[in-house]
């Protein structure tokens, strides 16, 4: 029996237990999904502190005296895990932009609901521990044993508000569709300046033959996430709505392929204004999430989603531009490919082929030493790409002929909250730019569209879908 002591203690056997389905996930992972390998750090602490979580809740179950609870709470302990093992073992069996959008939305859906009440809940017992340890080092016994009885009631109590906030952003916050009208020849209210909330932002210079221009940026269908058309309708129906001269999409259209779009091609052909609708690729365009058959089967899938925006009469500016004039000035409206600041995102964009080959002798491959907007006071140039981080990395400090960016892509990790016209969410960590809109030094300006859709988990708190509406 002594030999076997290691697999007897629970701490082993869950250490066990938890290390084998990393294993499982990782050979998943190796074989059909090479993108997500920089994702298994991330994996492996999930695993991690849900052991943790389990092995200090493990005292509390086991005081329940009827069988069938202490069972019954196992089975929820662990089922989020075995799902999600259960998903990626689903990937290696069937393309994923073919399952049906329920089980594609709602599978992953149930375990990343499932799952965050437990990691919550080991964060608040190794919170709840380390205190306790602070107490016993400073011979505060006393304190240190009251504090140590309340940590199942505590941890259970915000495990159990965490659920019910994400059953909330499931249930309604994921389909609370918000409309913004942003001006932008005055500073708009929660408008930053250097990365501070500022009133008296810098405003950008904009042509007097394009005012009132009013612009519509939708961005992050990922369109395969819904069940049914009804939602798609409605984001139609208010874009429509408010009378838009531009309709621009800012990428990201799928989750997986192209084959998820093709339900939706009636409804998004609705979608139209008086000098066109426009898009651009982000990273979850280019099939680069899915596990194809051949590099043929990959190219393919990008093909239909090209000869399907035809089909919508959407024109897709794939590091390209054009001009749109008004009362004799100009907007240049360029286009890039996915630009990606990170090392899981493809970097495809190319703003110099974007403005190469136009009208105007602005459009130069990169911007001259000497170059001075106010020198071109009838052109404002509108550049449309997908992720944030290539303003901040390439566009800003490159291109001053760019006046307004527009973007999307972080979602504010659809998670946060909006005070005084303020967005402030989750993936502020993550992007310098996350949420909103921002002038930089010159006046020049970058408004972030958190999106209309979700990924990952079918759900948003504090952080609404959203179309915007710019009047230039």
């Not at 940026?217 to 049914?228: A, K, P």
């Not at 690729?281 to 596990?291: A, F, L, Q």
Request: net charge positive; hydrophobic share 50%; charged share 15%.
């Amino acid at each position: 029996m002594k030999g076997n002591r290691f697999f007897v203690r629970p701490w082993a056997r869950v250490a066990v237990a938890y290390l084998a389905g990393i294993a499982v996930m990782f050979v998943f992972m190796r074989l059909e999904m090479p993108k997500y390998l920089s994702l298994l750090h991330l994996f492996i602490l999930i695993f991690a502190m849900d052991a943790v979580g389990f092995c200090c809740w493990r005292t509390w179950v086991r005081a329940r005296p009827q069988a069938w609870v202490r069972y019954g709470l196992y089975a929820v302990h662990f089922l989020p895990a075995l799902l999600l093992l259960i998903f990626f073992i689903g990937l290696t069996r069937q393309n994923v932009s073919l399952w049906s959008p329920f089980w594609r939305t709602y599978g992953l859906g149930v375990v990343v609901i499932l799952l965050l009440p437990h990691l919550i809940m080991a964060a608040v017992y190794i919170v709840w521990a380390a205190v306790y340890g602070i107490g016993r080092l400073c011979k505060a016994e006393a304190f240190a044993v009251r504090w140590w009885r309340g940590r199942h009631g505590v941890a259970m109590g915000v495990a159990g508000l965490s659920f019910a906030v994400m059953l909330y952003g499931v249930l309604f916050g994921a389909f609370d569709l918000q409309v913004l009208r942003v001006p932008l020849r005055q500073p708009s209210a929660g408008e930053t300046a250097g990365g501070v909330v500022s009133g008296r932002a810098a405003v950008g210079r904009i042509p007097d033959g394009l005012a009132g221009y009013r612009i519509v940026q939708i961005s992050d269908f990922h369109i395969g996430s819904f069940v049914g058309t009804g939602f798609v309708e409605r984001v139609v129906r208010e874009a429509m709505a408010l009378e838009p001269d531009l309709v621009v999409f800012t990428g990201d259209i799928v989750n997986f392929g192209s084959a998820e779009l093709l339900p939706h091609v009636d409804v998004l052909s609705g979608l139209h204004a008086r000098d066109g609708v426009y898009a651009i690729m982000g990273n979850h365009d280019y099939g680069d999430y899915v596990g194809w058959e051949s590099a043929e089967a990959k190219a393919a899938n990008l093909r239909l989603l090209k000869e399907t925006y035809a089909r919508m009469g959407w024109r897709l500016l794939d590091n390209r531009s054009l001009w749109i004039v008004r009362g004799g000035d100009s907007l240049r409206l360029a286009g890039v490919e996915n630009w990606g600041g990170g090392h899981r995102f493809p970097k495809y964009g190319n703003l110099d082929a974007a403005l190469a080959g136009t009208a105007c002798a602005i459009d130069t491959a990169a911007a001259r030493p000497d170059f001075c907007r106010a020198g071109f006071p009838h052109v404002y140039t509108v550049l449309l790409s997908h992720d944030p981080s290539h303003f901040d990395s390439i566009v800003a400090p490159r291109y001053p002929q760019v006046d307004l960016c527009l973007s999307g892509h972080t979602h504010g990790m659809q998670l946060g909250i909006r005070i005084g016209g303020k967005d402030y969410t989750a993936a502020r960590r993550m992007y310098r730019h996350d949420a909103g809109l921002y002038t930089i030094e010159d006046g020049r300006r970058l408004y972030v569209n958190t999106g209309v859709g979700f990924n990952g988990a079918p759900f948003r708190v504090g952080i609404r879908p959203r179309i915007v509406l710019l009047e230039l």
